[in-house]
């Protein structure tokens, strides 16, 4: 399967060491690569670096950079793209998402490892809490932290199949109707 995973993580001033959020804005990419690298291994895919993007930057920019990525892939043979968040919100990357595989036709996929492990946890914990908590499962080993990664890798994991599967299943894909 040619394909690239590209995460966008959310960097910015909340994100900062504080007594209430003990981690830096290292420690949060930190969790957005183990998502990255686990769920590029379940669908065989090469992982690009994750990228940091604050939320002061206008979407235009994402998009903009998404297309780069997304040309630059195709022109070296691949046929599919995951975009990966990891903290946001980013709206721009669903509409990248839906306007690489309407415009362009390379298939495209969009996922969100925090809110499938938020699915998971099924207590009322905020993404922020579950990032948390994957943070001090990476550091100390949390077993809470453990649980909710794993979860959401598994649930990202077989959405994107399903995602691929059904792009796949078109026949005679374009991106179009």
């Known amino acids: 399967m040619f394909s690239g995973a590209l995460t966008i993580d959310e960097i910015n001033e909340k994100n900062q060491t504080t007594a209430y959020f003990p981690f830096s804005s290292n420690d949060c990419v930190c ?12 669908i065989d895919a090469f992982m690009l670096p994750v990228q940091p993007f604050g939320e002061m930057l206008p979407g235009d920019l994402l998009f903009e950079a998404g297309l780069d990525v997304a040309e630059d892939l195709k022109r070296q043979g691949f046929t599919r793209l995951v975009l990966q968040q990891s903290g946001g919100p980013f709206p721009a990357l669903y509409h990248l998402c839906r306007h690489l595989n309407a415009i362009t036709g390379f298939k495209t996929a969009y996922v969100d490892p925090l809110r499938r492990a938020a699915d998971e946890a099924q207590n009322g914990l905020t993404e922020r809490e579950i990032k948390i908590s994957i943070e001090k499962y990476l550091r100390d080993d949390d077993e809470n932290g ?8 598994e649930r990202s994991v077989a959405h994107l199949k399903n995602v691929f599967g ?6 005679n894909y374009t991106g179009g109707r």
Not at 32 to 41: S, T, V
Not at 146 to 153: D, H, K, M, S, T
């Open 166 to 171: 059904f792009l796949d299943s078109i026949v």
């Open 31 to 42: 969790v957005a690569r183990a998502f990255a690298e686990r769920i590029a291994d379940g």
């Open 146 to 153: 453990r649980r909710l990664l794993e979860a959401g890798i």
